[in-house]
């Protein structure tokens, strides 16, 4: 049974950092690109990070780079996103996502609010 759960996630002030976890069960990690998706109250969802399988490439959007490292512990089978100088546009629910085509596996999603 596939799994991805994600954890980490909270209000944090304008300013403030937070470490976003996602534990993998169910499927051989170390053949899966891994990614990190945010979706904001009314708006798409948006890649945010991603990162391959033995973690030599990594892709961040625009609106994150030099703020959000992605990285991950093939040992462990846990991605991560550390998300530091954080801005209240950063407020979203945050999803894991594994992909190796066709297979495409999500995680329930994390909270992160970012206010003063």
Same mark, same amino acid.
């Given at each position: 049974?596939?799994?991805?759960?994600?954890?980490?996630?909270?209000?944090?002030?304008?300013?403030?950092?937070?470490?976003?976890?996602?534990? !993998?069960?169910?499927? &051989?990690?170390?053949r899966?690109?891994?990614?990190?998706?945010?979706? !904001?109250?009314?708006?798409?969802?948006?890649?945010?990070?991603?990162?391959?399988?033995? !973690?030599?490439?990594?892709?961040? !959007?625009?609106?994150?780079?030099?703020?959000?490292? &992605?990285?991950?512990?093939?040992?462990k089978?846990?991605?991560?996103?550390?998300?530091n100088?954080?801005?209240?546009?950063?407020?979203?629910?945050?999803?894991?996502?594994?992909?190796?085509?066709?297979?495409?596996?999500?995680?329930?999603?994390?909270?992160?609010?970012?206010?003063?």
């Amino acid at each position: 049974q596939v799994q991805l759960v994600e954890s980490g996630g909270g209000l944090v002030e304008p300013g403030g950092s937070l470490r976003l976890s996602c534990a !993998a069960s169910g499927f &051989i990690f170390t053949r899966y690109f891994m990614n990190w998706y945010r979706q !904001a109250p009314g708006k798409e969802r948006e890649l945010v990070a991603s990162i391959s399988h033995l !973690a030599l490439h990594k892709l961040y !959007a625009d609106s994150v780079k030099g703020r959000f490292t &992605i990285s991950r512990d093939n040992v462990k089978n846990t991605v991560y996103l550390q998300m530091n100088s954080l801005k209240p546009e950063d407020t979203a629910v945050y999803y894991c996502n594994a992909q190796n085509t066709p297979d495409d596996y999500w995680g329930q999603g994390t909270h992160v609010t970012v206010s003063s």
